[in-house]
């Protein structure tokens, strides 16, 4: 067909990207990455020195389960005793910040990549995720570009999330939306030494982990 007809031409949509850049990602995909994969699924702590020595900002604790796909290393950031689970993909053309006590389950999808589909180049736009401390996002979520994601909020299952959601709240569905107050219940002594604490430890709210 002739070119004339079209109104998008897909020829014209070029990389941004730098050449030190380009070789950057090139050294990651092609050399590193590989061996990064094929780290067996206990041993996280392999796979975040690879990611430390790649750029990426990953504070003490944290753990990177297995087969987490990540396609800029240095355009990562996360805090302490977060998790990333198995399968996930981070598509983090921007910037991708996680704060402390996150958990963010299995085979989720975080992409801060989109295309202005209003151009006829169909230009690819980034723009940064933040996820803050606290949060859960459950399996196959989809958070897109430019998302923050309120403290402690919790993003349901196979959510679609395209628009900030607030702190402490449910939200769940496809588009995403906010369904209730996240409470966070107290927790009582484990044993009878620890019942002369209870006043103290009851005061304060759980910080266990959401799996």
């Known amino acids: 067909m002739n070119k004339e007809s079209f109104k998008i031409d897909l020829s014209q949509c070029k990389s941004s990207w730098d050449v030190k850049t380009k070789m950057r990602r090139a050294f990651w995909q092609f050399l590193v990455q590989p061996v990064y994969l094929l780290i067996p699924g206990?041993?996280?702590?392999?796979?975040?020195?690879?990611?430390?020595?790649?750029?990426?900002?990953?504070?003490?604790?944290?753990?990177?389960?297995?087969?987490?796909?990540?396609?800029?290393?240095?355009?990562?950031?996360?805090?302490?005793?977060?998790?990333?689970?198995?399968?996930?993909?981070?598509?983090?053309?921007?910037?991708?910040?996680?704060?402390?006590?996150?958990?963010?389950?299995?085979?989720?999808?975080?992409?801060?990549?989109?295309?202005?589909?209003?151009?006829?180049?169909?230009?690819?736009?980034?723009?940064?995720?933040?996820?803050?401390?606290?949060?859960?996002?459950?399996?196959?979520?989809?958070?897109?570009?430019?998302?923050?994601?309120?403290?402690?909020?919790?993003?349901?299952?196979?959510?679609?999330?395209?628009?900030?959601?607030?702190a402490w709240t449910v939200c769940a569905g496809n588009p995403c939306r906010p369904l209730k107050e996240r409470q966070i219940r107290s927790v009582g002594p484990k044993n009878s030494h620890e019942a002369g604490q209870s006043s103290s430890i009851g005061s304060k709210p759980s910080t266990d982990r959401i799996e």
């Open 42 to 166: 206990r041993l996280s702590f392999l796979r975040v020195a690879i990611l430390r020595l790649m750029g990426a900002q990953i504070a003490p604790s944290c753990n990177i389960q297995s087969g987490v796909d990540i396609l800029i290393p240095w355009n990562l950031c996360l805090d302490t005793h977060s998790t990333i689970g198995r399968r996930s993909k981070i598509l983090n053309f921007a910037p991708v910040r996680i704060g402390a006590m996150t958990i963010i389950s299995q085979d989720a999808h975080l992409c801060t990549g989109t295309h202005d589909y209003t151009h006829p180049h169909f230009e690819l736009l980034y723009k940064p995720i933040t996820i803050e401390a606290e949060v859960w996002v459950a399996s196959g979520a989809f958070i897109g570009p430019g998302v923050r994601l309120g403290r402690g909020c919790v993003i349901g299952a196979n959510s679609v999330v395209t628009k900030e959601m607030p």
